[in-house]
């Protein structure tokens, strides 16, 4: 049954969960800034991953067509998401699974806690999930007494080591072998003492320490890649085979997937089956793929149920210059070739979305409003690579800069016709724009720059600049300015002789 | 208000300003062109580089060469459907179906597994099964730590395209490109973690 939509809803209903940092961006970055070792293993896995990913999209002659391909089917989803929902509702339903809609992360989490209960389950296994990771759900199952192990080996070493992804798609970026060999040595029941720091080895001990529960398990949970509205088929891209484990062997299935993640018809995977795999780990197919519609008699889970999520996607939904965020697939390569994104690393963005990605998604979700998130759309240097990296071309850019002007104009506070008094930055604009406005003053304004040496002091280094623009020397220096300014060196040297030529 | 009719109507609110839904461009490659001695060595030449064993016979070496590598098992599973002729000469034969199935350690006691599949995509070096009588449940060819996967030489497609229009999505699908891997530890690959460890490829002439 379709409902009829009868006038704009008074306020947009924004996402809760992990999708909101505890403090400001800024703040974050420069404590992140200051972990060397972090640094070190992000510059090192960032280059990798996109060599990788550079030598095998140029294997296809047609990546091109396949961005443009994907880019308009996205766009088409989100000009048609209620009517995907509905008909993908229909055919997973007919095929005896079971659909529950969620509004915001407390209404999933307390969804996905009664089907384990109703399963008489007190622990499960979960597939690495985005969207699972976005409402808190493992925190909220241990409140409520329910143990959920993950079975990614990158979630794994985040979960036992009580710390937080800091990238979507290997969580563990910021850990080195020898770090997670101490966790687990430290948190693994009953794992070899004489454990190396040999990655074939640490992958072998995981092996061991998941198996009986893979073996054992009532309940598993699991995101999703895709959602395919004309046959009512879910799919997971996976490379250990703990996916598949979740996926087949357990009697009760719960997946949870945001509302976007719908694509039109199967024959859409030959498009994007193409540019994930490649745009994310730079092989040209992941190990493992899974599509189940439904539930499939004496062949895997025969209680299959989806909770599909809003959480803040209506919201960005719609801002019309914003939501195509909501078109993003998850394979991060806009993460792997930013330049803010390499040195802060992802706890720095506070959401579970870090990177480019995050930080347009999250102020979406969550609303700019929100506190700290408001600082996201500044962490960028507007380069452009993350643009250019997309398999499905999202202009994260122009995104961003969208969302410093409703940043700005939320801040004016003219919302109640007052205006705010003129701030810091305000006056310095009115002042730069007075003194560029002419030659002669600006000539005026340079005489001051010995001024600059003298405060740089001898190591020639400004090390603490006063009022806001001491945001820029927080975690830089800034070099003295010159002694003397080109328009005076000019003057002096070259003046005569450029009047004699013309002459 | 169900928080699905709250959810849909928020949906059709956020879409106020009625983006069309435009056509998609598909522009990009649909057929390899590629003969079928082509596509069985670019299928080959993907798999090696997965760390998957690849061998090429024809249907009267089919036997012996999955005897070749059954051997050191002492038992291994079949999917019901599968020709019995291709297993006749390695004994510890176990055949699994959807109404008699073999148990979870049943199938973990076992040293390997041998299916046939629905399709493959040589330029992605993927194999891809789905739940038919010759490939069976899919629980058989995760668990055993060794996988022999028969692929006929007609199954064989250039692009992924192809291999998508011969398939049923409301089939339990499967695709395998190598063995289980990982690149979660400074994104050095490792084979093997919770699938097989070992992927052997026969390709069928």
């Known amino acids: 049954m379709s409902s009829t939509y009868l006038g704009m809803p008074a306020l947009p209903a924004y996402g809760q969960g992990n999708l909101h940092a505890t403090e400001a961006f800024p703040a974050a970055a420069q404590r992140e800034l200051g972990n060397t070792q972090l640094r070190a293993n992000l510059g090192h896995a960032t280059h990798t991953i996109r060599d990788k990913r550079l030598r095998v999209v140029a294997e296809l002659p047609d990546w091109e067509e396949l961005r443009n391909a994907g880019a308009a089917t996205k766009a088409s989803v989100m000009a048609r998401l209620p009517e995907l929902l509905e008909q993908f509702e229909a055919n997973f339903t007919a095929r005896g699974g079971t659909i529950h809609w969620a509004r915001d992360a407390a209404e999933a989490n307390r969804i996905v806690r009664d089907l384990i209960r109703d399963a008489g389950a007190d622990e499960v296994v979960k597939v690495k999930s985005m969207a699972t990771q976005e409402i808190g759900l493992n925190e909220y199952l241990e409140e409520q007494g329910i143990a959920a192990f993950e079975t990614d080996l990158a979630e794994l070493i985040v979960q036992l080591d009580h710390d937080k992804p800091s990238h979507i798609l290997v969580p563990a970026i910021h850990k080195n072998r020898s770090q997670v060999r101490d966790i687990f040595l430290r948190e693994m029941p009953g794992v070899d003492p004489d454990l190396t720091d040999n990655p074939a080895r640490l992958a072998e001990a995981s092996r061991m320490h998941l198996r009986r529960k893979f073996l054992s398990a009532k309940v598993a949970i699991s995101g999703a890649n895709f959602a395919i509205a004309d046959s009512g088929t879910l799919g997971v891209v996976e490379s250990e085979g703990n996916g598949r484990m979740c996926l087949t062997l357990p009697e009760t299935l719960i997946t949870v997937m945001g509302v976007e993640k719908l694509l039109p018809s199967f024959q859409d995977l030959e498009v994007f089956m193409q540019l994930l795999p490649r745009s994310s780990t730079g092989e040209r197919m992941n190990p493992y793929t899974s599509f189940w519609t439904g539930v499939t008699k004496g062949d895997g889970p025969q209680d299959v149920h989806l909770v599909l999520l809003d959480n803040g996607r209506s919201a960005a939904l719609a801002d019309e210059m914003g939501r195509s965020a909501l078109h993003c697939i998850r394979c991060s390569a806009c993460m792997n070739v930013c330049p803010v994104y390499e040195r802060t690393g992802g706890h720095a963005y506070g959401s579970t979305y870090p990177g480019p990605i995050g930080a347009i998604l999250s102020p979406l979700l969550t609303g700019i409003t929100s506190e700290e998130n408001a600082s996201l759309p500044y962490a960028s240097s507007l380069c452009g690579a993350c643009y250019d990296a997309c398999p499905v071309k999202i202009n994260i850019p122009e995104i961003l800069v969208h969302l410093r002007s409703v940043d700005v104009e939320s801040r004016r506070g003219n919302a109640a016709g007052k205006k705010k008094l003129p701030g810091q930055m305000d006056v310095a604009m009115k002042a730069a724009s007075w003194a560029m406005g002419s030659g002669r003053r600006m000539a005026l304004v340079e005489k001051a720059l010995p001024l600059g040496q003298l405060a740089a002091g001898p190591d020639k280094k400004i090390k603490k600049l006063p009022g806001i623009a001491a945001g820029w020397t927080q975690s830089r220096d800034l070099p003295a300015p010159p002694a003397r300014s080109f328009r005076d060196w000019w003057a002096k040297e070259r003046g005569n002789t450029s009047s004699k030529e013309k002459a | ?205």
């Open chain 2, 1 to 205: 208000m169900s928080a699905r009719t709250e959810i849909l109507d928020r949906l059709r609110s956020a879409l106020h300003d009625a983006p069309a839904a435009g056509d998609i461009p598909r522009n990009y490659r649909h057929e390899s062109g590629k003969a079928e001695d082509e596509l069985i060595e670019l299928l080959s030449d993907r798999l090696v580089d997965y760390k998957a064993g690849v061998s090429v016979v024809d249907e009267a070496g089919v036997p012996v060469r999955v005897a070749e590598l059954l051997a050191g098992a002492p038992s291994y599973v079949v999917p019901e459907g599968l020709d019995e002729r291709w297993t006749a000469l390695a004994p510890g034969r176990m055949v699994d179906s959807a109404e008699d199935p073999l148990s979870v350690a049943q199938l973990d006691a076992a040293g390997a597994v041998v299916t046939g599949s629905a399709a493959a995509v040589a330029e992605t070096g993927t194999i891809i099964l789905d739940g038919s009588p010759d490939q069976g449940r899919r629980a058989i060819s995760l668990i055993p730590d060794h996988h022999i996967c028969l692929v006929r030489a007609r199954d064989i497609t250039g692009v992924l395209p192809e291999a998508l229009r011969r398939l049923d999505a409301t089939h339990p699908l499967t695709w395998i490109s190598g063995p289980s891997a990982t690149s979660d530890i400074e994104l050095e690959r490792v084979e093997g973690v919770h699938g097989p460890r070992t992927l052997d490829v026969v390709i069928i002439r």
